[in-house]
T-cell receptor
Framework: DAGVIQSPRHEVTEMGQEVTLRCKPI?????LFWYRQTMMRGLELLIY????????DSGMPEDRFSAKMPNASFSTLKIQPSEPRDSAVYFC?????????????FGEGSWLTVV | DAKTTQPTSMDCAEGRAANLPCNHS???????VYWYRQIHSQGPQYIIH???NNETNEMASLIITEDRKSSTLILPHATLRDTAVYYC?????????FGAGTQVVVTP
């Protein structure tokens, strides 16, 4: 089975530009998570969805960040406008069963550099 | 999520068992304990999880104390490829929040 697929794997963009990160979860999984990882803050949960509906977005840093899940096989994380402090690795993950028994599986990450 | 506490780092000799402790004294009755690891530059990888009983799979063993306030991940024969950050998590209702984890370095 294909795992969680993220694109792009690497992106370098200029400050002020819009950035869109994409994620295809594992087929059949009903939970989708977006994380951000930096050296300073570690691995932070930004938002997660259940059956395409956002459940908890309390980790989204500010209004410049938005996430959507238009269908069960696709999600986007958008940053507009981007800033240098947004440079990080962004991970998408999915799980089949929510709640305490749901094991999550991660993609390889999207490495974002904002200059 | 139940708060988990792990040592910042530990070293292990290649071929020896690595025992990674985790405290989760506020865990509730239905919260599982999960272990993940992250090798540099890769996405976190699932290792094992458990509720009350000890668990074993091809990667590791998980020992959970009877009161469920702590657990230990055991890598039975550590190899250099086991060098990674190991995370202990007790998620509530699917919300997986990662702490700082334990940096494990396996040395020859």
């Amino acid at each position: 089975d294909a795992g969680v697929i993220q694109s792009p794997r690497h992106e370098v963009t200029e400050m002020g530009q819009e950035v869109t990160l994409r994620c295809k979860p594992i087929s059949g999984h009903d939970y989708l998570f977006w994380y951000r990882q930096t050296m300073m803050r570690g691995l932070e949960l930004l938002i997660y969805f259940n059956n395409n509906v956002p459940i908890d977005d309390s980790g989204m840093p500010e209004d410049r960040f938005s996430a959507k899940m238009p269908n069960a096989s696709f999600s986007t994380l958008k940053i507009q406008p981007s800033e240098p402090r947004d440079s990080a690795v962004y991970f998408c993950a999915s799980s089949l069963v929510g709640g305490p028994r749901g094991t999550i599986y991660f993609g390889e990450g999207s490495w974002l550099t904002v200059v | 999520d139940a708060k988990t506490t792990q040592p910042t780092s530990m070293d292990c000799a290649e071929g020896r068992a690595a025992n990674l402790p985790c405290n989760h004294s506020t865990i509730s009755g239905n919260e599982y304990v999960y272990w993940y690891r992250q090798i540099h530059s890769q996405g976190p990888q699932y290792i094992i999880h458990g509720l009350k009983n000890n668990e074993t799979n091809e990667m590791a063993s998980l020992i959970i104390t009877e009161d469920r306030k702590s657990s230990t991940l055991i890598l039975p024969h550590a190899t250099l490829r086991d060098t990674a950050v190991y995370y202990c998590i007790a998620p509530s209702w699917g919300k997986f929040q990662f702490g700082a984890g334990t940096q494990v370095v396996v040395t020859p």
